[in-house]
């Protein structure tokens, strides 16, 4: 996915990973103060997921590809 990146490209895809992995927890676990989901964290959370998942797969793993 990071072509650019050369030489470095395991690198960034697992810095990519450990950043979208976090964004995706921390925005589907985030609660308002009356303890329901707010929409919009769980839909920016759910894209980083599906972007983690993507990078994980595809050029970490190698396993499929899109």
Known sequence: ????AGE????VN????????????KAIRT???DGG???VHLLFGCIAAVFFFLV???DVLG???F
């Open 1 to 4: 996915m990071f072509d650019f």
């Open 8 to 11: 470095h490209q395991n690198a």
């Open 14 to 25: 697992f810095i990519f990973l450990f950043v979208t992995g976090f964004i995706a927890i």
């Open 31 to 33: 609660k308002n103060p």
């Open 37 to 39: 989901s707010d929409y």
């Open 56 to 58: 994980l797969f595809q």
């Open 63 to 65: 396993l499929v590809r």
